[in-house]
C-alpha cells in the first residue's frame, strides 16, 4: 500500500530564511505523482507544487521547489526567503496507484515563520 | 474565476441529526472529490464523482454517509444519524478531467461539530 510519511510534526524558522519540509514515501508503482498543499488557519488546502515521478527536473513555482530524491524515494519542499504569511500546515501527498483519483496525504508539518 | 465553494462553512448538529453539506466546483471541472479531516490529521479521501456518476465511494466510513451529484455539478454529501465521531473538516475539491495528472483544487472546508 502507498504510504507518506512526514516526520516534522512541527518547525520553527527566522524570517527570511529557507527552509525544507521533509517527505518520504512508498510505492510500488512506476509511475505517480506527488504534491505539496498548504493549509493556513482558514482551513483551505491550497496547491503549491507537483512532480510527476518521470519529471527529469525538480519541481518548482517560485519561492517553493520540490527536492525530488527518486532512489530515496524522498520528495521534500523547500521555501526560500520565508514570508510571515508562509505560517500554516503543509501536507505532502501522493496520486493514489489503485486508482486515479484519490490523494493519499501524510500526517503534515505546522511551520511556524518567527518575526 | 471562482474556486470552489462550499456551504455551510461551520455547522453544528445534536448527535442523531441528518446534516447536508454542499459542494460547488470550479465551472467546467469534470471530477470532484471528497474528504474528510479529522482534527490535527490529513485529509483522508471519502468519494469520487466523474460528471455524475460515483466512480469510488471507497473512503465512505458507513452506510449513513451518502454523496450525489445528480446534474454533474453541484455535489452534496449527507450524513444521516450523526455521530460525535462524524465531527471533521468535510473538504471538497475539484479537478478539470481527473486524469493522472490532474492538480485537485480544494474549497475552504465544512466544519461539523456533533455536539
Known amino acids: 500500500a502507498q504510504k507518506i510519511t512526514q516526520t516534522q510534526p512541527g518547525m520553527f524558522v527566522q524570517e527570511k530564511e529557507a527552509v525544507t519540509l521533509d517527505c518520504t514515501y512508498d510505492?510500488?508503482?512506476?509511475?505517480?505523482?506527488l504534491f505539496w498543499y498548504k493549509q493556513p488557519s482558514s482551513g483551505e488546502m491550497i496547491f503549491l507544487i507537483y512532480?510527476?515521478?518521470?519529471?527529469?527536473q525538480n519541481a518548482t513555482e517560485g519561492r517553493y521547489s520540490l527536492n525530488f530524491q527518486k532512489a530515496r524515494k524522498s520528495a521534500n519542499l523547500v521555501i526560500s526567503a520565508s514570508q510571515l504569511g508562509d505560517s500554516a500546515m503543509y501536507f505532502c501527498?501522493?496520486?493514489?496507484?489503485?486508482?486515479?483519483?484519490?490523494?493519499?496525504f501524510g500526517s503534515g508539518t505546522r511551520l511556524s515563520i518567527r518575526p | 474565476g471562482a474556486g470552489v465553494s462550499q456551504s455551510p462553512r461551520y455547522k453544528v448538529a445534536k448527535r442523531g441529526q441528518d446534516v447536508a453539506l454542499r459542494c460547488d466546483p470550479i465551472?467546467?471541472?469534470?471530477?470532484l472529490f471528497w474528504y474528510q479531516q479529522a482534527l490535527g490529521q490529513g485529509p483522508e479521501f471519502l468519494t469520487y464523482?466523474?460528471?455524475?456518476?460515483?466512480?469510488?465511494k471507497s473512503g465512505l466510513p458507513s452506510d449513513r454517509f451518502f454523496a450525489e451529484r445528480p446534474e454533474g455539478s453541484v455535489s452534496t454529501l449527507k450524513i444521516q444519524r450523526t455521530q460525535q465521531e462524524d465531527s471533521a473538516v468535510y473538504l471538497c475539491?475539484?479537478?478539470?478531467?481527473?486524469?493522472?495528472?490532474?492538480?485537485?483544487?480544494f474549497g475552504p472546508g465544512t466544519r461539523l461539530l456533533v455536539l
Open positions: 465551472s467546467g471541472h469534470v471530477s
Open positions: 475539491a475539484s479537478s478539470l478531467a481527473g486524469t493522472d495528472q490532474e492538480t485537485q483544487y
Open positions: 510505492t510500488s508503482d512506476p509511475s505517480y505523482g
Open positions: 512532480q510527476g515521478s518521470y519529471d527529469q
Open positions: 501527498a501522493m496520486r493514489d496507484d489503485s486508482s486515479a483519483s484519490k490523494i493519499i
Open positions: 464523482f466523474q460528471n455524475e456518476a460515483q466512480l469510488d
